[in-house]
């Protein structure tokens, strides 16, 4: 008998996060009157559609650079995602709100030149542009767990700066109670902010925000590259945010400005559904999302059998020993 094993290539989003769950966030958004029938129907169409509306050609490949970074040790012997589905696996609605868009779409974007400001409630507020990005600190790498609030996880080999030492720089004021982050917000090179069937109806720019101590925290990065190499545009090139102990959402992509704030922020996921998308969003199996569990996961590792791979989700995502003292007087289910 002839057994077919799938290859790689051949294996699809839904065999590695089940549809009940993948599809539900797409589904509170039909819902909301945001997204057309049509685009719950991943096909050719809908793809050739936004292809065309990006570009009648097959856009060129964005060109990633090698990086000097000082290595993780990877004491917890994590197994590393592939780097083809890092990079083809991707929630950045800027470029289509499906996994598979991302990579698709976002190839001609322009990194350089690039400014992020720092601002706000500190003493010394500054402007980077994009050669600062990867020269202003030593690079290290770092492997980290990414848990998304859909239920599937990676582990990915960021390279970048604690993001303590770039606020350290600009040396907040007393003030400086939390800390806004504001993706670019730029619709001619980022299709899904004009057009909202693409975008999933989402407000842009995309917006979020941490409490002053949780950014302080060292093991949140800002991140210039995985993989050895910079960023590609669907993982947030040039400089993203990885908070590794909080649902993948807060990792907001392709920073323009970080604020220092008095009052908690408004932030995306949370602006649209409260109920769902809490402000701290630190990963929590003990609570579960209103409309699935938050038990476990699947881990998407290097396909076959371990593609399909569920474990169980780790308070934290298991980074509690660096991070639970923040959240030590808090009722962790009513600041979910
Ligand atoms: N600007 C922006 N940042 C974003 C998102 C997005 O849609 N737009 N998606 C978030 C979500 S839900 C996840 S899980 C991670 C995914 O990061 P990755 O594609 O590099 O794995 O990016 C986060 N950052
Ligand atoms: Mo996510």
């Given at each position: ?7 790689l ?12 769950v ?16 049509g ?48 990079t083809?696996?991707?929630?950045f ?32 507020p ?71 069937r ?25 991140s ?5 190499k910079?960023l ?5 090139a ?14 907001i992509?392709?920073?323009?400005s ?13 602006k ?9 969003a630190?990963?929590n ?15 998407i ?27 030590k ?8």
């Amino acid at each position: 008998m002839l057994i077919k094993t799938p290859k790689l290539s051949d294996l699809k989003e839904s065999d590695v996060t089940p549809e009940s769950v993948y599809m539900n966030r797409r589904d509170l958004l039909k819902g909301m009157g945001f997204l057309g029938a049509g685009a719950l129907l991943a096909g050719a169409s809908n793809k050739a559609n936004a292809l065309d509306w990006f570009s009648k050609d097959e856009p060129t490949k964005f060109k990633t650079t090698p990086l000097n970074y000082t290595p993780d040790a990877n004491t917890d012997n994590l197994i590393l995602t592939p780097e083809s589905k890092v990079t083809t696996h991707n929630n950045f609605y800027e470029f289509g709100a499906q996994k598979h868009q991302p990579a698709e779409l976002s190839q001609n974007f322009k990194v350089n030149p690039w400014q992020l400001t720092i601002s706000g409630e500190c003493d010394n507020p500054i402007t980077l542009d994009y050669d600062d990005l990867t020269t202003m600190f030593a690079l290290e790498e770092r492997i980290y767990r990414l848990r998304c609030v859909e239920a599937w996880s990676m582990v990915v080999p960021w390279i970048g700066f604690s993001l303590a030492d770039l606020l350290k720089r600009v040396a907040p004021n007393s003030s400086a109670k939390y800390v806004f982050f504001e993706t670019l917000h730029d619709p001619q090179q980022m299709p899904g902010q004009e057009n909202r069937r693409l975008g999933g109806g989402i407000a842009y720019p995309y917006v979020e925000g941490l409490r002053i101590d949780e950014a302080m925290n060292p093991l949140a990065l800002m991140s210039v590259g995985l993989y050895g190499k910079t960023l590609p545009p669907q993982n947030g090139a040039p400089i993203r945010l990885v908070v590794p102990w909080k649902y993948g959402f807060k990792s907001i992509k392709s920073i323009v400005s970080i604020k220092l704030v008095r009052e908690q922020p408004q932030t995306t996921w949370h602006k649209l559904a409260p109920s769902e998308y809490g402000f701290y969003a630190n990963v929590n199996p003990k609570h579960d999302h209103p409309r699935w569990s938050q038990a476990s996961e699947r881990r998407i590792t290097s396909g076959g059998l371990f593609a399909r791979n569920r474990i169980e989700t780790l308070a934290f995502n298991g980074y509690g020993e660096q991070v639970a003292h923040l959240y030590k007087a808090m009722d962790l289910r009513k600041y979910y």
